[in-house]
């Protein structure tokens, strides 16, 4: 069964930037898995933050970017605010299956 | 609006089996696939099954093939799932969403407790 690591934990300054990162235990993430990214805060169902690598959706907040780095796909924070502060998943798409990453949890500190 | 109501949660107990429903309004359901993820108390996001606009196509993680079915009713605006045997380490919350993933419901807790 396919595998996607994300890093467990994360913490950051307010107003500073932080990049989150998918991996596959299969090899490369590359657009063609079409990486998705979510955010999800306590007792609340996840929401959609980027999708198809890059792609914002009309309400993702600027600060808010994806991207490819190296073999990984991305999720980059720039000017993080407290309330910033979440779990986050990535999706990778496998054929018609999907499979999520463990989730980072991000402190903003 | 889109909108994703989930239904059917609750007590069951070890083996027992339990239907899950999921009522969308907002788009038209039959021109998208559709998923159902999960996620254990505590724990993170699990996605379960995906089915495709007409129903003719299936795909379910391993851990819960043979024991679950996915399936729709379009001109409900219905989805389900129809859990079988099941077991302890299926409790969590339930959720469908769009199988882009753009819109998720707010989910529906199952319990598998004796």
């Known amino acids: 069964q396919t595998v996607v690591t994300q890093e467990p934990s994360l913490t950051v300054s307010p107003g500073g930037t932080v990049t989150l990162t998918c991996a596959s235990s299969?090899?490369?993430?590359?657009?063609?898995?079409?990486p998705n990214w979510f955010q999800q805060k306590p007792g609340q169902a996840p929401r959609a933050l980027i999708y198809s690598t890059s792609n914002k959706h009309s309400w993702t907040p600027a600060r808010f970017s994806g991207s490819l780095l190296g073999d990984k796909a991305a999720l980059t924070l720039s000017g993080v605010q407290p309330e910033d502060e979440a779990e986050y998943y990535c999706?990778?798409?496998?054929?018609?299956?999907?499979?999520f990453g463990g989730g980072t949890k991000l402190t903003v500190l | 609006e889109v909108q994703l109501v989930e239904s059917g949660g609750g007590l069951v107990q070890p083996g027992g089996s339990l239907r899950l429903s999921c009522t969308a309004s907002g788009f038209t359901l039959s021109t998208y696939w559709m998923s159902w993820v999960r996620q254990a108390p505590g724990k993170g996001l699990e996605w379960v099954a995906n089915i495709k606009q007409d129903g003719s196509e299936k795909n379910y993680v391993d851990s819960v093939k043979g024991r679950f079915t996915i399936s729709r009713d379009n001109a409900k605006n219905s989805l389900y799932l129809q859990m079988n045997s099941l077991r302890a380490e299926d409790t969590a919350v339930y959720y469908c969403a769009r199988n882009d993933f753009f819109y998720w419901g707010q989910g529906t807790l199952v319990t598998v407790s004796s």
């Open positions: 999706l990778v798409y496998y054929g018609g299956a999907v499979v």
């Open positions: 299969t090899g490369a993430v590359t657009s063609g898995y079409y």
